[in-house]
């Protein structure tokens, strides 16, 4: 359903084959692990279909990705040209080439539903922002994650857990897409995420002095953008299937789920 406030959404389910979660689903990419009788990729899908804040919906893949083949009929692929999580990106802008803005959404949401989009994709088209974040508290986020745990960012105002909706702007990614392409290869690596993020920052982080303004903040001189985090009081868009484990927790949330709620 199409209105004002709509925008096109990008499920990205490029990535890489060697998963754990594929292991243990026995296929060959995650997005095509079973939850519930349903592919992950296509649990996506629908919740995407059924919110009233998307337009449009493409699936970015791998060339030549297994998950072409089980998407549902009508819902059009495109293929990233590039390994990077920004090829993936772009791939969806350029097939949404006609809008500002595209909805980012990874291909692991077992549990995501269409409220869930709604309240993102509102607040963070009424920031005005060309890059907008989701992000959970961690008091809502830890009973979806039983006893499996889940990453947690503790802050001055509180622990939060990320979240895997974003809203990025073109003119962002074309502005910023190689800046992007060096910070994501370097999160994982303390050298490099100090030279970026500066030491000053990293040590207020350490010694608990740290807080969401600062984080946004931070993320407008670096990247030069108006940048904005959605506190969603939906956990369900932080729930992505990291772990083998994370199938089995899925599937009890979703017998206790009313047919009618989310996808």
């Known amino acids: 359903m199409s209105d004002a406030k709509s925008v096109p959404a990008t499920v990205l389910a490029a990535g890489t084959q060697s998963d754990p979660v594929a292991t243990a689903a026995s296929v060959p990419h995650k997005a095509m692990a079973q939850v519930a009788g349903r592919c992950l990729v296509n649990r996506v899908i629908g919740a995407l279909q059924k919110a009233r804040s998307v337009a449009d919906i493409v699936v970015v893949t791998a060339p030549n990705s297994p998950v072409q083949q089980i998407l549902p009929p009508g819902v059009p692929w495109t293929e990233s040209e590039g390994e990077s999580f920004v090829d993936t990106i772009t791939a969806g802008l350029d ?43 961690a008091e809502r986020s830890e009973p979806l994650y039983e006893t499996a745990g889940h990453v947690l960012v503790r802050l001055r105002d509180g622990s939060f857990t990320g979240g895997n909706l974003a809203l990025v702007g073109r003119e962002f990614i074309r502005r910023q897409g190689q800046h992007l392409k060096r910070a994501f290869a370097g999160r994982k690596n303390p050298i490099r995420l ?68 989310g996808a």
């Open 95 to 137: 097939y949404h080439s006609g809008h500002e803005y595209t909805l980012l959404a990874t291909c692991d949401l077992a549990l995501l539903t269409p409220e869930a989009v709604d309240h993102f994709v509102s607040e963070a088209l009424d920031s005005g922002a060309e890059l907008c974040y989701s992000m959970v508290r």
């Open 194 to 261: 100090a030279r970026l993020l500066g030491g000053t920052f990293i040590w207020r982080y350490l010694t608990g002095r740290l807080a969401v303004p600062d984080i946004v903040e931070r993320a407008r001189q670096i990247l030069g953008c108006e940048a904005m985090v959605v506190d969603s009081p939906y956990p369900e868009i932080c729930f992505d299937l990291d772990k083998p484990e994370h199938i089995a927790i899925a599937e009890r949330h979703l017998q206790g789920r009313l047919p009618e709620a």
